[in-house]
């Protein structure tokens, strides 16, 4: 199971206790009403969606009920570090994202464990 | 003549035991959904008799009540003896701190014997050991499809708060997981 580092309860966490809740770092514009559609659209609808390092809202929904901030790795999944809400965006060093990379093509943690051959049997 | 209305609980009459572990429906208890921010806590103190624990996972007990940390401004607490807690929360207004009754939507089922930290891992994904979760320790979490706080009473004991209405998958679901612990 993936384990979650909660800032608030201060330990490793099990995913079932946790929901995520969407991109990170969404200021809500001060002056909502006079906005423009496409403004609105922008700020409610309109997300990075990166491949590599994302920050995401995560909720401790089953546990201290705190939302958090959390910067991961989109292809591998992989958690690089979570800290609390309101806290500025860390800033992410090579070294940590090379920590969470997923595997490049072609080596052997990268390839799916079942192929099927060309006469349709398993390999 | 006629006796005035009696309040039921909604696990009354039910027991289960088996090698290693019992299963008992907790006696009514006061509870209370405390949530305060730093300049609350010494009204919470006050009324209290001591300090609400800071410290993830930690609890502190005083005489009847026990005051579970739950979040960052979230507690729990279970007063056994009814010794007025509500009213005396009342009392104090609620402009620095919020106090809610809760005594009727929790239920509790108190968990013993050998085999406790088994029946509970079988739906629970915390790390049940008592390194990591000790003797008064809790926390709030899930069992199964339910969410749970967990209270640590002893080595062998817990006790299982879940919310009334999901009371019955509860004690069904660690009946299972005794069964076959
Ligand atoms: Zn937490």
Same mark, same amino acid.
């Given at each position: 199971m993936l384990l979650i580092h909660c800032p608030y309860c201060e330990e490793e966490r099990p995913e079932l206790e946790f929901r995520g809740a969407g991109e990170a770092h969404i200021a809500r514009p001060a002056n909502m009403a006079e906005i423009s559609d496409a403004d609105f659209e922008k700020f409610f609808f309109i997300r990075d969606n990166e491949k590599g390092v994302v920050y995401e809202r995560w909720r401790h929904i089953h546990g201290c009920g705190r939302f958090f901030n959390a910067a991961r790795?989109?292809?591998?999944? /992989?958690?690089i570090m979570t800290y609390k809400a309101g806290e500025k965006k860390p800033k992410i060093t090579k070294t940590q994202i090379d920590a969470v990379k &997923? &595997?490049? /093509?072609?080596t052997p943690a990268n390839e799916p464990v079942w192929t099927v051959g060309g006469k349709g049997e398993a390999k | 003549m006629s006796k005035v209305a009696q309040r039921t609980g909604p696990l009354d009459g039910r027991n289960f035991g088996t090698t290693g572990v019992t299963l008992t429906p907790a006696a009514a208890a006061t509870r209370i959904s405390l949530r305060a921010r730093e300049d609350g806590l010494a009204t919470a103190k006050k009324i209290l008799g001591f300090a609400p624990p800071g410290k993830p996972k930690s609890s502190a007990t005083k005489g009847s009540i026990n005051c579970l940390w739950i979040g960052p401004d979230e507690w729990l607490v279970i007063d056994a003896?009814?010794?007025g807690l509500p009213a005396k929360f009342a009392k104090e207004g609620n402009t620095k701190l919020s106090a809610v009754e809760i005594s009727h939507r929790n239920t509790a089922i108190l968990l013993e014997g050998a085999k406790a930290v088994d029946v509970l891992n079988s739906g629970c994904p915390q790390d049940l050991s008592s390194a990591s979760f000790p003797v008064g320790a809790c926390s709030r979490t899930i069992l199964g499809k339910s969410e749970i706080v967990l209270y640590r009473t002893g080595e062998h004991a817990f006790r299982v708060e879940c919310w009334r209405s999901f009371s019955d998958y509860v004690w069904s679901f660690l009946m299972d997981a005794a069964k076959s612990a």
């Open positions: 790795h989109s292809v591998s999944d /992989k958690f &997923p &595997p490049a /093509k072609g | 003896d009814d010794s």
